[in-house]
């Protein structure tokens, strides 16, 4: 049988798995992605799919060799946020500038982060790229852990990494089970030109259920994240071009002026997803393989390269010849993920089931909430401080 071996064998190609390859550079790595990617020049649309990127994880990329890759010109810093309650009044600023930072996040395209991320693997020693990869079978045992690919080659580790997405082959095999629920809403997105410039503000509005946003990209664009109810964004993905600008227009209190359809739209079906264990024995999750979050705070991506940062840090630091599999280092990951992905868990559900919630009472306690944060700036920049790490 045709063996390939490494150290640590990390399933899934996308950003986070792609991340944390980079980031264990030293260390004997394979990657299976089921394609690879060959990085392009950028193509003249913007891409639909976007990321706000926290200060901290930007950081991170840049020691990964990434960053630099990603043209500047197709990079936005977002300088505040304006956030709306649905009562038409209740509103809560947060400002870069107030808080001491240069930027409350990056917004950068889905397919321009991925090339980056590829770029930077290209020549790194010690690393195998198996792509396309596709992963029939998962062995665990006492002293290694082997995966069966379909192409009849047998890859050979101590660890092995899920970083799958939300189907993770890893944690099914891995029997790690996962609570798993769905919001009744999609997320539609799509890119508008707009009338008045964005001034790298990035808005949203609560809307008694769905959330929309508008995020800004270079020039007089934004892009639109709009998780609404199925049924409407059924609705609104089949509007014309014009129709739709206008909807969206509306939504967003005509803030931006005139919208006009700058791309095509897409939509997403949302769920939230929680692992009930991020590691195993020889197995450890990151990203959605590990836990899926609604996207109105932006920060699902985010706390997938948290979690590559945190299992990077320990597995470089342990000792010489240690084996990267030891269930010490791989609890010593979950503890230290634990604090940081129940709070965002918390945060999330608990701002979806107010602002869904269309009880009187709960109403004015939600939008009053606003207005009350949006008053104590120690609060405030405790938040800011939060979404930045």
């Known amino acids: 049988m045709n063996a390939v071996r490494a150290d640590i064998a990390i399933v899934g190609g996308a950003l986070v798995g792609a991340a944390l390859a ?49 043209p500047a010109e197709r990079l936005t810093a977002v300088h505040a946020m304006r956030v709306f309650g649905d009562d038409g009044r209740s509103r809560l600023d947060f400002d870069a500038y107030r808080a001491g930072a240069s930027e409350l996040a990056w ?9 980056a991320l590829w770029a930077s693997l290209e020549g790194q020693a010690q690393l195998e790229l198996l792509a ?31 970083a799958d997405g939300a189907r993770s082959f890893v944690r099914q095999q891995a029997g790690i089970d996962a609570i798993e629920r769905r919001y009744g809403q999609t997320a539609v997105v799509a890119n508008f030109a707009c009338e008045r410039p964005h001034r790298n503000v990035a808005f949203q509005w609560f809307q008694s259920g769905p959330v929309l946003a508008l995020l800004p990209l270079p020039g007089n664009h934004v892009s639109m994240v709009w998780s609404t109810s199925d049924a409407h964004a ?35 079906p949302l769920r939230r997803l929680q692992a009930s264990h991020s590691v195993a024995a020889r197995v450890a999750l990151v990203g959605d393989a590990a836990h899926v979050v609604h996207p109105l705070a932006g920060q699902g991506a985010n706390l997938g390269f948290q979690d590559a940062r945190v299992l990077a840090e320990i597995l470089r630091a342990r000792e010489p010849f240690r084996d990267p599999g030891d269930p010490r280092l791989l609890r010593r990951y979950e503890r230290a993920r634990a604090e940081d992905i129940l709070a965002m868990r918390a945060t999330v559900h608990g701002l979806f ?8 009472v709960l109403r004015f306690a939600r939008n009053a909430g606003l207005n009350l944060v949006d ?8 938040l800011i401080r939060k979404a930045m790490s």
């Open 132 to 162: 396309p990869g596709l992963c029939e079978k998962l062995t665990l045992g006492a002293t290694g852990a082997w995966i069966a690919l379909a192409d009849g080659r047998q890859l050979d580790s101590r660890l092995v990494v899920g």
């Open 353 to 360: 089931t107010l602002f869904d919630a269309d009880r009187e």
């Open 22 to 70: 980079r980031a264990l550079e030293g260390t004997r790595v394979a990657l299976v992605a089921q394609e690879r990617r060959n990085p392009t020049a950028p193509a003249a649309a913007f891409d639909s799919r976007i990321y706000a990127i926290s200060p901290a994880n930007a950081a991170f990329l840049a020691t990964l060799g990434a960053w630099r890759r990603i």
């Open 234 to 268: 059924e609705q609104i993905t089949a509007l014309e071009p014009a129709e739709l600008a206008a909807e969206v227009g509306a939504a967003s209190r005509h803030e931006l002026g005139e919208l006009s359809l700058a791309g095509a739209v897409r939509g997403f």
């Open 375 to 382: 008053r104590i700036p120690v609060l405030k920049n405790v």
């Open 107 to 115: 917004i950068v395209e889905d397919t321009l982060l991925q090339d």
